[in-house]
């Protein structure tokens, strides 16, 4: 359970990420600069399993993978948005950062509502107003992605060597 952090549409890597932060792809790094593009106060207000919140194509902008881990490296238990920029929701599968895609979460959340997510079952519940949102079902090959910590761990609890 977590607190949910709401933003609009459009949100991509660079305010996800300020370029200038990118020089190091160390997570402690990214997690204090996490969403400074747009909220340079966020990384101090967020805490470990609070939930970033966003309408349509989150993640858009370019394909670097820092934005995924610096949401996952200040403790995101989960992003929620009502759409993904395709690159930016394969960069979070890839590090094990769950990405729910909920058409409506707008509607029904609003900032600091407490939020209870069921990767497992794609179940939102916003505890604050008893709101139930269903995300659209994650492929079981991505739920083991996801499970497994990220695509290395995936690859490597199945046998398959990292070089």
Do not use: K, W
């Not at 995300?135 to 695509?151: K, M, N, Q, Y």
């Amino acid at each position: 359970m977590g607190r949910a952090h709401v933003f609009g549409d459009d949100i991509d890597t660079d305010q996800i990420i300020p370029a200038q932060h990118t020089t190091s792809s160390e997570p402690d790094h990214l997690a204090t600069h996490a969403m400074a593009g747009i909220d340079t106060s966020f990384s101090d207000r967020f805490e470990e399993g609070d939930i970033v919140v966003a309408g349509t194509n989150f993640g858009c902008g370019s394909s670097r993978e820092h934005a995924a881990i610096a949401l996952q490296a200040v403790g995101a238990e989960a992003v929620v948005a009502e759409s993904f920029a395709r690159i930016f929701y394969r960069n979070a599968i890839n590090i094990g950062l769950p990405v729910l895609h909920v058409p409506t979460v707008l509607d029904h959340v609003d900032a600091d509502d407490e939020l209870s997510i069921d990767v497992e079952d794609g179940v939102v519940t916003n505890t604050s107003t008893d709101d139930i949102l269903v995300a659209e079902s994650l492929p079981p090959f991505v739920r083991h992605i996801l499970d497994s910590g990220g695509l290395i761990e995936y690859g490597r609890s199945n046998g398959h060597r990292s070089q």
